[in-house]
Protein backbone atom coordinates (compact mmCIF):
# COMPACT_ATOMS: atom_id res chain seq x y z
CA UNK A 1 0.00 0.00 0.00
CA UNK A 2 1.24 3.55 -0.80
CA UNK A 3 0.61 6.97 0.40
CA UNK A 4 -0.88 9.40 -1.45
CA UNK A 5 -1.53 12.93 -0.72
CA UNK A 6 -4.17 15.26 -2.84
CA UNK A 7 -3.82 18.47 -2.28
CA UNK A 8 -7.08 20.10 -3.83
CA UNK A 9 -9.22 22.99 -2.45
CA UNK A 10 -12.12 21.40 -3.98
CA UNK A 11 -14.03 19.05 -1.38
CA UNK A 12 -15.89 17.43 -3.93
CA UNK A 13 -12.61 16.49 -6.16
CA UNK A 14 -10.57 15.50 -2.89
CA UNK A 15 -13.31 13.07 -1.88
CA UNK A 16 -13.63 11.15 -5.47
CA UNK A 17 -10.08 11.30 -5.86
CA UNK A 18 -9.99 9.94 -1.83
CA UNK A 19 -12.49 7.33 -2.94
CA UNK A 20 -10.94 6.56 -6.25
CA UNK A 21 -7.25 5.94 -4.81
CA UNK A 22 -8.34 4.10 -1.88
CA UNK A 23 -10.52 1.74 -3.89
CA UNK A 24 -6.94 0.77 -5.43
CA UNK A 25 -5.30 -0.08 -2.19
CA UNK A 26 -3.92 3.59 -1.07
CA UNK A 27 -3.48 5.14 1.70
CA UNK A 28 -4.66 8.65 0.76
CA UNK A 29 -5.11 12.17 3.11
CA UNK A 30 -6.50 15.17 1.43
CA UNK A 31 -5.36 18.67 1.87
CA UNK A 32 -7.18 21.66 0.79
CA UNK A 33 -4.40 24.06 0.93
CA UNK A 34 -1.25 24.34 0.42
CA UNK A 35 -0.27 25.11 4.34
CA UNK A 36 -2.22 21.91 5.29
CA UNK A 37 -0.09 19.76 2.55
CA UNK A 38 2.92 20.92 4.11
CA UNK A 39 1.60 20.45 7.77
CA UNK A 40 0.47 16.84 6.79
CA UNK A 41 3.86 15.57 5.50
CA UNK A 42 5.33 16.30 8.92
CA UNK A 43 3.32 13.17 9.80
CA UNK A 44 2.32 11.50 6.40
CA UNK A 45 5.32 11.10 4.27
CA UNK A 46 3.66 10.69 0.74
CA UNK A 47 4.65 8.61 -2.37
CA UNK A 48 2.52 10.74 -4.53
CA UNK A 49 1.38 13.97 -4.50
CA UNK A 50 -1.79 15.05 -6.58
CA UNK A 51 -1.84 18.87 -7.04
CA UNK A 52 -4.05 21.56 -8.14
CA UNK A 53 -2.19 24.79 -9.65
CA UNK A 54 -4.93 27.18 -8.53
CA UNK A 55 -5.17 26.86 -4.61
CA UNK A 56 -7.01 29.51 -2.64
CA UNK A 57 -3.60 30.02 -0.34
CA UNK A 58 -0.66 29.83 -2.81
CA UNK A 59 0.05 28.40 -6.26
CA UNK A 60 0.74 24.96 -6.31
CA UNK A 61 3.22 24.95 -8.34
CA UNK A 62 5.47 27.97 -6.66
CA UNK A 63 4.98 25.63 -3.64
CA UNK A 64 6.77 22.55 -5.29
CA UNK A 65 10.05 23.38 -3.37
CA UNK A 66 8.05 23.45 -0.22
CA UNK A 67 6.30 20.03 -0.39
CA UNK A 68 9.26 18.75 -2.12
CA UNK A 69 11.59 19.31 0.86
CA UNK A 70 8.94 17.56 3.02
CA UNK A 71 8.92 14.56 0.80
CA UNK A 72 11.85 14.78 -1.97
CA UNK A 73 10.89 11.23 -3.06
CA UNK A 74 7.39 11.46 -3.75
CA UNK A 75 6.05 11.48 -7.93
CA UNK A 76 4.55 14.64 -7.89
CA UNK A 77 0.98 14.89 -10.43
CA UNK A 78 -0.10 18.90 -11.47
CA UNK A 79 -3.50 18.95 -11.91
CA UNK A 80 -5.42 21.80 -13.41
CA UNK A 81 -8.86 23.18 -15.07
CA UNK A 82 -6.35 26.05 -16.85
CA UNK A 83 -4.19 23.77 -18.53
CA UNK A 84 -1.94 25.80 -21.37
CA UNK A 85 1.35 25.79 -22.37
CA UNK A 86 3.46 28.15 -19.82
CA UNK A 87 1.46 26.02 -16.88
CA UNK A 88 2.90 22.95 -18.26
CA UNK A 89 6.07 23.80 -18.74
CA UNK A 90 6.34 25.31 -15.28
CA UNK A 91 5.29 22.26 -13.65
CA UNK A 92 7.59 20.07 -15.49
CA UNK A 93 10.41 22.17 -14.68
CA UNK A 94 8.91 22.42 -11.05
CA UNK A 95 9.74 18.71 -11.09
CA UNK A 96 6.20 17.29 -11.91
CA UNK A 97 5.87 13.46 -13.16
CA UNK A 98 2.70 14.23 -15.13
CA UNK A 99 0.26 16.94 -16.01
CA UNK A 100 -3.69 16.26 -15.77
CA UNK A 101 -5.95 18.37 -17.32
CA UNK A 102 -9.89 18.98 -15.59
CA UNK A 103 -11.94 17.34 -15.87
CA UNK A 104 -9.85 14.38 -16.07
CA UNK A 105 -11.11 10.89 -16.77
CA UNK A 106 -10.98 8.74 -13.48
CA UNK A 107 -8.76 5.90 -14.61
CA UNK A 108 -7.06 8.41 -16.64
CA UNK A 109 -5.75 9.25 -12.27
CA UNK A 110 -5.40 5.72 -11.32
CA UNK A 111 -3.17 4.45 -14.30
CA UNK A 112 -0.44 7.61 -14.01
CA UNK A 113 -0.91 6.73 -10.38
CA UNK A 114 0.42 3.79 -10.98
CA UNK A 115 3.34 4.50 -13.45
CA UNK A 116 4.06 7.49 -10.94
CA UNK A 117 4.31 5.00 -8.74
CA UNK A 118 6.00 2.39 -10.58
CA UNK A 119 9.09 4.13 -11.26
CA UNK A 120 9.05 6.02 -7.98
CA UNK A 121 12.86 5.28 -7.05
CA UNK A 122 13.34 2.68 -4.01
CA UNK A 123 14.66 5.58 -1.78
CA UNK A 124 15.81 8.92 -1.29
CA UNK A 125 19.08 8.15 -2.31
CA UNK A 126 18.31 9.06 -6.10
CA UNK A 127 16.98 13.01 -5.00
CA UNK A 128 19.38 15.16 -6.62
CA UNK A 129 21.31 16.83 -4.15
CA UNK A 130 21.32 20.15 -6.03
CA UNK A 131 17.26 19.96 -5.48
CA UNK A 132 16.48 23.89 -4.88
CA UNK A 133 15.04 23.25 -1.67
CA UNK A 134 14.78 25.07 1.49
CA UNK A 135 15.91 22.18 3.62
CA UNK A 136 17.35 19.48 1.76
CA UNK A 137 16.59 16.26 3.26
CA UNK A 138 17.10 17.77 7.25
CA UNK A 139 13.61 16.15 8.42
CA UNK A 140 12.26 18.22 11.53
CA UNK A 141 10.34 21.04 12.27
CA UNK A 142 11.45 21.27 15.76
CA UNK A 143 12.70 24.57 17.63
CA UNK A 144 16.30 23.21 16.96
CA UNK A 145 16.21 22.26 13.98
CA UNK A 146 14.13 25.54 12.64
CA UNK A 147 17.05 27.57 13.87
CA UNK A 148 19.26 24.97 11.88
CA UNK A 149 16.96 25.86 8.90
CA UNK A 150 17.40 29.48 9.60
CA UNK A 151 21.36 29.42 9.36
CA UNK A 152 21.56 27.61 6.39
CA UNK A 153 19.02 29.71 4.33
CA UNK A 154 21.64 33.01 5.88
CA UNK A 155 24.82 31.52 4.76
CA UNK A 156 23.22 29.65 1.51
CA UNK A 157 23.83 32.73 -0.72
CA UNK A 158 27.08 33.98 0.63
CA UNK A 159 30.34 32.55 -0.39
CA UNK A 160 31.71 32.33 3.18
CA UNK A 161 33.27 29.44 4.96
CA UNK A 162 30.70 27.74 7.38
CA UNK A 163 31.98 25.02 10.19
CA UNK A 164 29.31 22.66 11.06
CA UNK A 165 29.90 21.43 14.32
CA UNK A 166 28.34 18.26 15.95
CA UNK A 167 28.36 14.92 17.69
CA UNK A 168 28.21 11.81 15.17
CA UNK A 169 25.26 11.17 13.24
CA UNK A 170 23.56 14.45 14.05
CA UNK A 171 23.71 15.10 9.86
CA UNK A 172 26.71 17.56 9.11
CA UNK A 173 26.56 16.01 5.89
CA UNK A 174 23.21 16.57 5.32
CA UNK A 175 23.52 20.15 6.80
CA UNK A 176 26.62 20.83 4.07
CA UNK A 177 24.42 19.60 1.31
CA UNK A 178 21.20 21.82 1.72
CA UNK A 179 23.80 24.79 1.98
CA UNK A 180 25.04 24.08 -1.38
CA UNK A 181 21.83 22.95 -3.20
CA UNK A 182 20.26 26.71 -1.59
CA UNK A 183 23.50 28.39 -2.97
CA UNK A 184 24.60 30.07 -6.36
CA UNK A 185 26.81 27.20 -6.79
CA UNK A 186 23.83 24.84 -7.30
CA UNK A 187 24.33 23.72 -10.49
CA UNK A 188 28.11 23.28 -10.09
CA UNK A 189 29.87 20.23 -7.86
CA UNK A 190 29.43 19.72 -4.40
CA UNK A 191 32.40 16.77 -2.93
CA UNK A 192 33.12 15.60 0.17
CA UNK A 193 35.91 14.18 1.90
CA UNK A 194 36.92 13.06 5.00
CA UNK A 195 39.94 13.45 6.68
CA UNK A 196 40.05 11.06 9.04
CA UNK A 197 39.55 7.97 6.17
CA UNK A 198 42.66 9.61 5.00
CA UNK A 199 46.26 8.54 5.37
CA UNK A 200 48.05 11.58 6.31
CA UNK A 201 50.82 11.08 3.68
CA UNK A 202 47.87 11.05 0.65
CA UNK A 203 45.61 14.07 2.18
CA UNK A 204 47.95 16.70 0.86
CA UNK A 205 47.81 15.27 -2.89
CA UNK A 206 44.02 14.08 -2.25
CA UNK A 207 43.13 18.18 -1.89
CA UNK A 208 45.80 19.92 -3.92
CA UNK A 209 46.32 17.01 -6.73
CA UNK A 210 49.99 16.48 -7.95
CA UNK A 211 52.11 17.00 -10.64
CA UNK A 212 54.91 14.93 -12.09
CA UNK A 213 57.58 17.86 -11.91
CA UNK A 214 57.11 21.56 -11.74
CA UNK A 215 58.41 21.61 -15.96
CA UNK A 216 56.45 18.48 -17.24
CA UNK A 217 53.29 18.89 -19.15
CA UNK A 218 50.30 18.48 -17.38
CA UNK A 219 49.58 15.01 -19.19
CA UNK A 220 49.95 12.48 -16.35
CA UNK A 221 48.94 14.97 -13.41
CA UNK A 222 46.31 14.40 -10.85
CA UNK A 223 43.66 16.50 -10.39
CA UNK A 224 42.90 17.48 -6.75
CA UNK A 225 39.85 17.82 -5.02
CA UNK A 226 39.88 21.34 -4.90
CA UNK A 227 40.48 21.27 -8.65
CA UNK A 228 37.23 18.97 -9.43
CA UNK A 229 35.23 20.97 -7.01
CA UNK A 230 36.02 24.13 -8.90
CA UNK A 231 32.89 26.32 -8.97
CA UNK A 232 31.39 24.33 -6.54
CA UNK A 233 31.85 23.52 -2.82
CA UNK A 234 34.35 21.54 -0.87
CA UNK A 235 33.08 19.64 2.12
CA UNK A 236 35.90 18.77 4.41
CA UNK A 237 34.56 16.55 7.24
CA UNK A 238 36.59 15.84 10.25
CA UNK A 239 38.55 18.60 9.74
CA UNK A 240 40.02 18.51 12.96
CA UNK A 241 41.90 15.63 11.59
CA UNK A 242 43.82 17.50 9.13
CA UNK A 243 47.79 17.24 9.74
CA UNK A 244 49.93 20.45 10.24
CA UNK A 245 51.31 20.68 7.23
CA UNK A 246 48.01 20.78 5.51
CA UNK A 247 46.34 23.09 7.69
CA UNK A 248 49.12 25.33 6.83
CA UNK A 249 47.93 25.07 3.04
CA UNK A 250 44.43 24.76 4.08
CA UNK A 251 44.92 28.24 4.85
CA UNK A 252 46.87 29.85 2.08
CA UNK A 253 43.94 28.44 -0.04
CA UNK A 254 41.07 30.33 2.11
CA UNK A 255 43.25 33.41 2.00
CA UNK A 256 44.92 33.67 -1.27
CA UNK A 257 41.89 31.48 -3.08
CA UNK A 258 44.68 29.45 -5.01
CA UNK A 259 46.57 26.16 -4.76
CA UNK A 260 50.07 24.68 -5.42
CA UNK A 261 49.75 21.21 -6.44
CA UNK A 262 51.73 18.40 -4.80
CA UNK A 263 55.13 18.85 -6.78
CA UNK A 264 54.47 21.67 -8.39
CA UNK A 265 56.02 24.83 -8.87
CA UNK A 266 53.46 27.71 -9.39
CA UNK A 267 49.61 28.17 -7.55
CA UNK A 268 46.92 27.64 -9.74
CA UNK A 269 44.07 29.91 -8.85
CA UNK A 270 40.51 28.33 -7.42
CA UNK A 271 36.94 29.24 -6.74
CA UNK A 272 36.02 27.07 -4.56
CA UNK A 273 34.02 27.47 -0.96
CA UNK A 274 34.91 25.46 1.81
CA UNK A 275 32.37 23.73 4.19
CA UNK A 276 34.18 22.21 7.00
CA UNK A 277 32.72 19.63 9.74
CA UNK A 278 33.85 18.10 12.91
CA UNK A 279 32.73 16.03 16.36
CA UNK A 280 35.73 17.49 18.20
CA UNK A 281 36.01 21.11 20.20
CA UNK A 282 38.28 22.97 17.72
CA UNK A 283 38.48 25.39 20.47
CA UNK A 284 39.89 23.13 22.69
CA UNK A 285 42.35 21.58 20.34
CA UNK A 286 43.27 25.05 19.36
CA UNK A 287 44.36 25.52 23.05
CA UNK A 288 46.18 22.89 23.12
CA UNK A 289 48.01 23.68 20.10
CA UNK A 290 47.34 20.81 17.71
CA UNK A 291 45.00 22.78 15.23
CA UNK A 292 46.22 26.31 13.94
CA UNK A 293 43.67 28.89 15.59
CA UNK A 294 44.16 30.97 12.15
CA UNK A 295 42.59 28.53 10.12
CA UNK A 296 40.14 27.92 12.79
CA UNK A 297 38.80 32.00 12.76
CA UNK A 298 39.05 31.38 8.97
CA UNK A 299 36.89 28.31 8.79
CA UNK A 300 34.48 29.91 11.11
CA UNK A 301 33.02 32.17 8.96
CA UNK A 302 30.11 31.16 9.52
CA UNK A 303 29.24 28.73 12.66
CA UNK A 304 26.49 26.19 12.30
CA UNK A 305 25.95 23.85 15.11
CA UNK A 306 23.75 20.62 14.72
CA UNK A 307 21.34 19.40 17.91
CA UNK A 308 21.84 16.28 19.32
CA UNK A 309 18.49 13.75 18.67
CA UNK A 310 17.81 14.28 22.40
CA UNK A 311 17.58 18.03 21.74
CA UNK A 312 14.75 17.47 19.49
CA UNK A 313 12.71 14.70 20.17
CA UNK A 314 9.55 16.45 18.93
CA UNK A 315 11.11 15.36 15.71
CA UNK A 316 10.58 11.62 16.54
CA UNK A 317 7.47 10.89 14.23
CA UNK A 318 8.83 12.86 11.17
CA UNK A 319 11.79 11.57 11.76
CA UNK A 320 10.40 7.82 11.59
CA UNK A 321 7.91 8.62 9.04
CA UNK A 322 10.63 9.55 6.68
CA UNK A 323 13.31 6.55 7.08
CA UNK A 324 9.87 4.45 6.89
CA UNK A 325 9.15 6.22 3.32
CA UNK A 326 12.00 3.97 1.60
CA UNK A 327 11.58 0.40 3.72
CA UNK A 328 10.31 -2.72 1.96
CA UNK A 329 6.59 -2.95 1.14
CA UNK A 330 4.47 -2.89 3.79
CA UNK A 331 5.42 -0.30 5.38
CA UNK A 332 4.03 -0.78 9.34
CA UNK A 333 2.19 1.25 11.22
CA UNK A 334 4.12 3.54 14.19
CA UNK A 335 2.40 2.80 17.93
CA UNK A 336 2.51 5.90 20.29
CA UNK A 337 4.22 2.67 22.31
CA UNK A 338 6.79 2.86 19.73
CA UNK A 339 7.57 6.30 19.42
CA UNK A 340 7.62 6.47 23.60
CA UNK A 341 10.43 4.01 23.70
CA UNK A 342 12.33 6.13 21.32
CA UNK A 343 11.93 8.80 23.42
CA UNK A 344 13.34 7.13 26.40
CA UNK A 345 16.39 5.84 24.34
CA UNK A 346 19.83 8.08 24.83
CA UNK A 347 20.75 8.09 21.26
CA UNK A 348 24.62 7.95 21.44
CA UNK A 349 24.92 7.56 17.88
CA UNK A 350 21.74 10.67 16.94
CA UNK A 351 19.73 10.41 14.01
CA UNK A 352 22.26 7.94 12.40
CA UNK A 353 21.57 5.15 14.96
CA UNK A 354 17.62 5.98 14.74
CA UNK A 355 17.73 5.33 11.46
CA UNK A 356 19.61 2.17 11.33
CA UNK A 357 17.01 1.29 14.65
CA UNK A 358 13.76 2.40 12.90
CA UNK A 359 15.13 -0.31 9.97
CA UNK A 360 15.96 -2.84 12.15
CA UNK A 361 12.47 -2.92 13.68
CA UNK A 362 10.76 -2.59 9.84
CA UNK A 363 12.18 -6.15 8.98
CA UNK A 364 12.00 -7.42 12.64
CA UNK A 365 8.02 -6.42 12.11
CA UNK A 366 7.31 -7.42 9.04
CA UNK A 367 4.57 -5.27 8.20
CA UNK A 368 3.09 -5.64 11.86
CA UNK A 369 2.38 -2.33 13.90
CA UNK A 370 6.44 -1.05 15.25
CA UNK A 371 6.16 -2.17 18.88
CA UNK A 372 8.84 -1.37 21.72
CA UNK A 373 10.33 -4.95 21.27
CA UNK A 374 11.20 -4.35 17.54
CA UNK A 375 13.57 -2.44 18.63
CA UNK A 376 17.62 -3.57 19.07
CA UNK A 377 19.30 -4.02 22.30
CA UNK A 378 21.43 -0.75 22.99
CA UNK A 379 25.02 -1.04 23.15
CA UNK A 380 26.24 -0.27 26.32
CA UNK A 381 30.02 -0.34 24.78
CA UNK A 382 28.49 2.28 22.30
CA UNK A 383 26.58 4.19 25.22
CA UNK A 384 30.32 4.61 26.96
CA UNK A 385 32.64 5.39 23.98
CA UNK A 386 29.87 8.65 23.67
CA UNK A 387 29.56 9.74 27.75
CA UNK A 388 26.69 7.43 27.65
CA UNK A 389 23.90 6.78 29.48
CA UNK A 390 24.09 6.59 33.44
CA UNK A 391 22.71 3.44 35.42
CA UNK A 392 19.78 5.98 36.17
CA UNK A 393 19.25 7.01 33.04
CA UNK A 394 18.97 3.44 31.49
CA UNK A 395 16.61 2.39 34.26
CA UNK A 396 14.59 5.68 33.36
CA UNK A 397 14.23 4.89 29.54
CA UNK A 398 13.31 1.31 30.97
CA UNK A 399 10.28 2.02 32.93
CA UNK A 400 9.34 4.77 30.63
CA UNK A 401 9.21 2.67 27.55
CA UNK A 402 7.16 0.04 30.45
CA UNK A 403 4.82 2.61 31.08
CA UNK A 404 4.14 3.01 27.61
CA UNK A 405 3.43 -0.62 26.30
CA UNK A 406 1.00 -0.87 29.88
CA UNK A 407 -0.81 2.81 28.77
CA UNK A 408 -3.45 3.19 29.12
CA UNK A 409 -4.18 0.87 31.92
CA UNK A 410 -7.92 1.53 31.99
CA UNK A 411 -8.17 0.00 28.95
CA UNK A 412 -7.32 -3.49 30.27
CA UNK A 413 -9.49 -3.45 33.30
CA UNK A 414 -5.84 -3.33 35.63
CA UNK A 415 -5.57 -0.45 37.53
CA UNK A 416 -2.56 -1.14 39.33
CA UNK A 417 0.31 -0.12 37.33
CA UNK A 418 1.81 1.10 40.25
CA UNK A 419 1.74 -2.41 42.16
CA UNK A 420 2.68 -3.98 38.58
CA UNK A 421 5.66 -2.04 38.10
CA UNK A 422 6.86 -2.36 41.80
CA UNK A 423 6.52 -6.39 41.68
CA UNK A 424 8.33 -6.58 38.01
CA UNK A 425 10.83 -4.44 39.75
CA UNK A 426 11.21 -6.15 43.33
CA UNK A 427 11.56 -9.79 41.77
CA UNK A 428 14.78 -8.40 39.93
CA UNK A 429 15.88 -6.89 42.32
CA UNK A 430 15.84 -9.59 44.88
CA UNK A 431 17.30 -12.29 42.27
CA UNK A 432 19.96 -10.27 42.18
CA UNK A 433 20.55 -10.08 45.61
CA UNK A 434 20.42 -13.69 46.71
CA UNK A 435 22.48 -14.36 43.82
CA UNK A 436 25.42 -11.78 44.70
CA UNK A 437 25.38 -13.52 48.32
CA UNK A 438 24.78 -17.03 47.38
CA UNK A 439 21.57 -17.61 48.40
CA UNK A 440 21.93 -16.02 52.48
CA UNK A 441 18.73 -14.31 52.84
CA UNK A 442 19.95 -12.83 56.07
CA UNK A 443 23.20 -10.88 54.19
CA UNK A 444 20.88 -10.17 51.15
CA UNK A 445 17.90 -8.95 53.99
CA UNK A 446 20.49 -6.49 55.37
CA UNK A 447 22.16 -5.21 52.26
CA UNK A 448 19.01 -4.34 50.78
CA UNK A 449 17.16 -2.40 53.77
CA UNK A 450 14.99 -4.91 55.41
CA UNK A 451 14.52 -7.34 57.43
CA UNK A 452 14.83 -10.76 56.97
CA UNK A 453 11.25 -11.72 57.96
CA UNK A 454 10.47 -8.97 55.36
CA UNK A 455 12.11 -10.29 52.46
CA UNK A 456 10.88 -13.75 53.50
CA UNK A 457 7.37 -12.79 52.94
CA UNK A 458 8.06 -10.66 50.05
CA UNK A 459 9.71 -13.66 48.22
CA UNK A 460 7.08 -16.10 48.73
CA UNK A 461 4.30 -13.71 47.81
Excluded at 201 to 218: K, M, N, P, W, Y
Excluded at 340 to 357: I, Q, S
Aim: proline share 7%; glycine share 8%; net charge negative.
Amino acid sequence: MSRILVVDDEPAIGWSLRELLGEDGHDVEVAGSVEAAVETCGRFVPDALLLDVRLEDRDGIEALPDLKARAPAARVIVMTAFGDLATAVRAMEGGAFDYLVKPFDLERVSSVVARALATRPPDDSTVPVAAPTAEGRLVGGSAPMQDVFKRIALAAPTDLPVLITGPTGTGKDLAARAIHANSPRRDRPFLATSLAARAPGVIESELFGHVRGAFTSATGDRAGLFELADGGTLLLDEIGEAPPDVQAKLLRVLEAREITPVGAAMPRPIDVRVVAATNRDLDAAVAAGTFRADLFHRLNGFPLGMPTLAERLDDLPALVAWFLSSAAEPRPPITEAFLAALRARPWPGNVRELKHAVAYAAVLARGAPLAPEHLPATSTAAGHAHGGPTARARIEAAVRAWVAEQWPAESTGENDLHSRLLAVVESILFDEALARTEGNRTVAARLLGLDRATLRSRLDR
